[in-house]
């Protein structure tokens, strides 16, 4: 049983239209990898030119934030990551 | 000891005095409340109309925007013969209407780092009815400083999301984010968004201000319109924060 990765509805563009997507890892970054190799579009929607992750994503796990060591954040089989952005219009 | 509702005011608040968790007690917290509303625009207006309906003492609102065409399809204060008018004018108008109760004061100052906490001061919530992230968060750090709670609200398209923030008790806006991040320009969105999430900050506020209820405090709702569905989102506080993390683990002043 793999993590599901939710994707965010502005980058579904990058992953064929899907919702979520299974993904392999211990932790978020190897998840992360894991769904850029399958979708290499995600890779620029997510980090920046310096290989970092971009200011305005934001990660999730079960539905709680990740912050501020969103990629070393372990994960088991069943989890679930919501990649999500930040808004910023009023 | 004089009443401090009027017979008036009983009257015109009736309907939500009869809700138990406020009753004429409520009432008068919220009479005795001030809050800051930061922008007249999406956000700004159905917080600020739903806000002086409920019977929000002194409200200072601030915008230094003019009433555009484009704005009139969800800044509901203003009206097609706004165009070109200072919004806070056309907001006083349409408040005062609304409201003779209500104590207004506006401004077109521009909020910023270098004056967020002057303009807090003196206020109990601070809206984030704004365009930007580089103002909320320095209208975050006010917040901080002053105590005011937060109410924070954001909108693109027909996604929407708040989160409140209790200085000293729940996370606070930077501990989501890590910093600046490109700004909305002209971004996507339809009235209802805003309303939905102005009302929601709207609610926050006077459940804060009555002291009843559950806050937003340490979880962010996110209103995904299209699909009518709503994610809650558990939110930390980050002890190293710069913004509110203890002060010898935070990266800058």
Known sequence: ???????????????????????????????????????????????????RLKNQIEIYV????????????????????????????? | MKPILTGGEMERYDRQILIPEIGVAGQEKLKRARVLICG????????????????????????????????L?????HGDADIGRWKVDSARETLGRLNPHLNLKTSTARIGAENALAWAAGHDV??????????????????????AAFIHGAVHGFEGRALTVIPGRSACLRCLHRGEAPEAGRFPVIGVTPAVIGAIQAAEAIKYLTGIGELLAGRMVVYDGLRARWSEFKVNKNPECDHCGRPSERNTP
């Open chain 1, 1 to 51: 049983m793999s993590v599901t990765v939710n994707i965010h509805k502005t980058h579904r563009q990058f992953t064929a239209g899907l919702e979520a997507v299974p993904a392999d890892g211990e932790t978020v970054g190897d998840c992360l990898s894991n769904l850029i190799e399958r979708y290499p579009q995600m890779k620029t929607a997510l980090w920046d030119a310096k290989g």
């Open chain 1, 62 to 90: 079960n539905m709680e934030s990740a912050y501020p060591d969103e990629l070393g954040k372990r994960v088991n089989p069943g989890d679930q990551i919501h990649i999500t952005v930040m808004l910023a219009g009023g």
């Open chain 2, 40 to 71: 007249a625009g999406g956000l700004g207006s159905p917080a600020a109309l739903c806000l002086a309906a409920a019977g929000i003492g002194s409200i200072t609102l601030i915008d230094h925007d003019q009433v555009a065409l484009s704005n």
């Open chain 2, 73 to 77: 399809n969800r800044q509901i204060l």
């Open chain 2, 126 to 147: 601070l809206i984030d009815a704004l365009d930007n992230m580089a103002t909320r968060y320095a209208l975050n750090r006010a917040a901080l400083e002053t105590g």
